[in-house]
């Protein structure tokens, strides 16, 4: 379903012709419909990397008239070494993953292949665009309730008023849950040229977010950058942040394969090489088993 008729064009003009099933739609033996079915019985949470968000560069050059200059654009993008490729591929499909790799990479051949990027459709270059996106891919999530809500919440309103507002709000929620289950935000995953340049920082000058409540990223500056500095945003979140420098590098060097160099790391060089799990078992030493639990879970 597409948000508008002109959203539709656009998209038939750029990749949509050629992912479209048409009549296909809902046969399971579709090429494509077979390619993600695969994805979804074999990627590990969280989605880091889509399967379809593949499809639809290799079906943006597909339908190009010119394209060299899609696959110009998309060389742009960071690319890893071959150890980093299999790392970040082995995270995100599991320990079988060569095994899945290659039934993806069948299923994407039979359903996508083009000649101009004969090399994504190799085993190595499978790989490659594989962790491409996994490297690069920006996580969206969006939901036009969340925002409506969180406008309610800015109203100044008669406590009488707002207590009716924030029922009404209640029921809603209960009632998207009985009609089609939990209520999730629209989320997907995307590639932005710019946003991409940007490295990490535990004390970032800048973030990035979704404000228009659409696939249009904003970075925002948190402070004055001063021409010539470095934009840098965090891979981490607000919580991740305030964790131990060695809880932080670990975070960094399994999801990321990097070790921080920011200002806050190199001032917190001399401290001990603990986690902040560990950190916080000496201080809660003799609290109930229950407890850590509960830490464990927050951690999750």
């Known amino acids: 379903m597409y948000c508008s008729a002109e959203c539709r064009l656009a998209a038939a003009e750029q990749y949509h012709q050629v992912l479209c099933p048409g009549p296909s739609q809902d046969d399971p033996l579709h090429p494509l419909n077979k390619l993600q079915e695969a994805w979804r019985s074999v990627h590990y949470p969280p989605e880091t990397a889509s399967i379809m968000l593949m499809a639809r560069m290799v079906a943006t050059v597909k339908q190009a008239m010119d394209k060299d200059r899609w696959i110009r654009l998309f060389a742009q993008f960071c690319n890893k070494t071959a150890n980093e490729e299999e790392e970040i591929v082995h995270k995100l499909l599991g320990d079988k993953f060569k095994g899945q790799l290659e039934l993806l990479r069948r299923l994407f051949t039979e359903a996508l292949y083009e000649e101009a990027l004969s090399q994504w459709f190799t085993p190595d270059g499978f790989r490659s665009?594989?962790?491409?996106?996994?490297?690069?891919?920006?996580?969206?999530?969006?939901?036009?309730?969340?925002?409506?809500?969180?406008?309610?919440?800015?109203?100044?309103?008669?406590?009488?008023?707002?207590?009716?507002?924030?029922?009404?709000?209640?029921?809603?929620?209960?009632?998207?849950?009985?009609?089609?289950?939990?209520?999730?935000?629209?989320?997907?995953?995307?590639?932005?040229?710019?946003?991409?340049?940007?490295?990490?920082?535990?004390?970032?000058?800048?973030?990035?977010?979704?404000?228009?409540?659409?696939?249009?990223?904003?970075?925002?500056?948190?402070?004055?950058?001063?021409?010539?500095?470095?934009?840098?945003?965090?891979?981490?979140?607000?919580?991740?942040?305030?964790?131990?420098?060695?809880?932080?590098?670990?975070?960094?060097?399994?999801?990321?394969?990097?070790?921080?160099?920011?200002?806050?790391?190199?001032?917190?060089?001399?401290?001990?090489?603990?986690?902040?799990?560990?950190?916080?078992e000496e201080e809660e030493e003799g609290e109930p088993e229950d407890a850590e639990l509960g830490d464990e879970m927050t951690d999750v």
Do not use: M
């Open 129 to 280: 665009l594989f962790a491409l996106v996994g490297t690069n891919g920006q996580g969206i999530g969006t939901s036009s309730l969340s925002q409506w809500v969180h406008a309610c919440d800015a109203l100044e309103l008669k406590p009488q008023d707002r207590e009716q507002l924030d029922a009404f709000i209640d029921q809603l929620y209960k009632d998207i849950e009985a009609a089609t289950g939990e209520f999730l935000n629209c989320e997907g995953s995307g590639l932005f040229v710019l946003q991409s340049c940007c490295n990490h920082s535990c004390v970032p000058n800048a973030e990035t977010s979704f404000p228009e409540n659409n696939f249009l990223l904003h970075v925002t500056a948190l402070e004055d950058i001063k021409p010539g500095e470095e934009i840098c945003i965090s891979y981490l979140d607000c919580c991740q942040r305030e964790r131990s420098r060695h809880s932080r590098h670990k975070i960094l060097r399994e999801n990321y394969l990097f070790v921080c160099s920011c200002p806050k790391c190199l001032a917190e060089a001399d401290e001990p090489n603990v986690t902040s799990e560990e950190e916080e």
